[in-house]
């Protein structure tokens, strides 16, 4: 089996279930509390690790009460922690959730630690992407340290997969360096400047970023499903139709999906049929790493 490396954010999300948000100045009762581990590095670790992959994860957490139960939790779920470290004087990565009654949500996310996790951090953990084979990252750690392990990925031949959550524009330092880019809609808009509201709209931002040197993108579609597009191939799945509750983490557990079959050798087609069995069992739980299933809950 292959060995997969997640650089990345780790977060406490902090849930509060109200009836209706506050407005400026206003004070309501909560309806209820939970604290859940987050941050859509950790997320996609977890998610892997259930599905049986072999991960490794470089990231920070503060040296307080959260960033020490994170740490832990990661190593209770099989993740190699070595590459995780615990950094003085900087509070641990936090997200502030609010969520009404409609479901509707409003989030405050303090990147704290993830922030610090530099170019020479990168770098100062290199042999664990020299031992890695794939190498999967996000946005929630600063842009430059994504862009030079993507560069170092590629320079010693890693697979790499970027998930460019949270949106946001997209260098073309980034995007040569990519070998599968897995954005939803929203995300795929922000980095081809192009809509992309239809299928039709999809294949033509995605052939924009594969011209750039992207050689596969899935869109994921939400209760759509999703695209896989390349050079000269477009191949639409649909989601499985589920009662879905909460979709935090979906993408999350699709990108492991996708990530732990091409660890084990599988095809890419198989892979995403895979994915969106898992990301159909997250939707239907609620939270973040509380949704993520075990390879044993997935039918296959
Ligand atoms: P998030 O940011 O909430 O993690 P995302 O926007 O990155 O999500 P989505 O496109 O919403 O990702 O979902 C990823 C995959 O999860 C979809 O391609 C689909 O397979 C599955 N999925 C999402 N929502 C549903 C749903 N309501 N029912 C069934 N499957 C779903």
């Known amino acids: 089996m292959s060995k997969i490396l997640v ?3 780790i977060n406490m999300d902090l849930v509060s279930k109200v009836e209706s948000m506050p407005q400026v100045g206003e004070t309501v009762l909560g309806k209820g509390f939970a604290q859940i581990p987050g941050g ?3 997320n996609q670790a977890v998610a892997m690790s259930r599905l049986g992959a072999d991960v490794t994860m470089i990231g ?3 040296d307080d009460a959260f960033g020490r139960e ?7 779920d099989n993740i190699d922690t070595t590459g995780i470290h615990i950094e003085n004087g900087i509070s641990t990565g936090i997200a502030i959730i609010t969520v009404d009654e409609s479901a509707n949500n409003s989030i405050i996310v303090n990147l704290g630690a993830n922030f610090s996790v530099t170019k020479e951090f990168i770098d100062e953990n290199i042999e664990k992407i020299e031992s890695a084979d794939i190498v999967v990252l996000q946005l929630e750690i600063p842009e430059e340290s994504v862009r030079h392990a993507l560069e170092i990925s590629k320079r010693l031949g890693k697979y790499t997969i970027l998930n460019p959550a949270p949106a946001r524009p997209l260098g ?3 995007i040569k360096n990519v070998d ?3 954005p939803n809609e929203t995300e795929l808009e922000l980095i081809s400047k192009m809509s992309a509201k239809d299928e039709s709209e999809v294949k033509l931002a995605a052939d924009s970023l594969i011209q750039k040197g992207i050689k596969e993108i899935i869109v994921t579609l939400g209760e759509n499903g999703c695209m896989h597009l390349g050079e000269g191939f477009c191949r639409k799945y649909d989601a499985i139709k589920v009662e879905a509750v909460d979709t935090t983490a979906a ?3 699709f990108i492991a999906g996708v990530a732990s079959y091409i660890a084990n050798g599988k095809a890419m087609d198989e892979a995403i049929e895979f994915a969106t069995k898992v990301a159909s069992v997250t939707v239907t739980r609620e939270g973040a790493q509380s949704s993520l299933p075990h390879i044993n809950e997935i039918e296959l």
């Open 40 to 42: 859509k590095g950790a």
């Open 251 to 253: 993408g999350d557990s």
């Open 60 to 62: 920070k957490v503060g």
């Open 70 to 76: 994170l740490k832990k939790g990661l190593e209770n």
């Open 172 to 174: 073309d330092e980034i």
């Open 7 to 9: 650089i990345g954010s």
């Open 180 to 182: 599968l880019l897995v």
